[in-house]
């Protein structure tokens, strides 16, 4: 991992899944030049979704995030590479598909505020993607390896 790499947190959302869209995403990110060094299939459970979605915790939307998380398999990810959380975000849109543009993750599939499709850490949020990371994936969960013909990234 080169001095400016870091790893980020991204998962495809139950709606994401149900729609056979695991495959399209992890296409963009590794067309991108990104890295995958995690990735495993699995069901959020109550205390998980709880952890995961902590800062919403008491909003209006709050429950309903937790029901939709909860509702079916995740694909969760670590990606990395240069600046990979912002990365993330700029290609996943905004948080609101019709605010996203064509192009974007959200912007070409997701369905509404709520079906959005993919969860990336949040750049703004200083030690997110650690944090996340660390909530989903134990250590030896991570895979160090080398791209050796990645000199074309971005
Ligand atoms: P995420 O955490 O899922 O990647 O989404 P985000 O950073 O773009 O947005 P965030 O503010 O963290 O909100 C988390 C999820 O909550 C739902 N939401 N609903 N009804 C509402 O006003 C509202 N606001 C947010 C969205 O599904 C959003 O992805
Ligand atoms: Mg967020």
Avoid: C
């Avoid at 695991?22 to 030049?33: A, C, L, Y």
């Avoid at 079916?72 to 598909?97: K, L, N, S």
């Amino acid at each position: 991992m080169s001095h400016h790499d870091e790893r980020t947190f991204v998962m495809v959302k139950p709606d994401g899944v149900q729609r056979g869209l695991i495959g399209e995403i992890v296409s963009r990110f590794e067309d991108r030049g990104l890295k995958m060094v995690g990735g495993k299939f699995m069901q959020i459970d109550e205390e998980l979704a709880h952890e995961h979605y902590g800062e919403h915790e008491g909003k209006p939307f709050f429950d309903g995030l937790v029901d939709f998380i909860t509702s079916g398999p995740v694909f969760a990810m670590v990606w990395e590479g240069a600046d990979a959380t912002r990365q993330v975000r700029q290609m996943m849109g905004e948080t609101d598909p019709a605010e996203s543009a064509p192009g974007t993750i959200r912007g070409d599939f997701g369905l509404d505020l709520g079906q959005n499709v993919i969860h990336g850490s949040d750049h703004a949020d200083e030690g997110a993607n650690e944090r996340e990371i660390e909530l989903f994936f134990d250590d030896e969960e991570l895979v160090d390896w080398d791209q050796t013909n990645a000199v074309w990234v971005y």
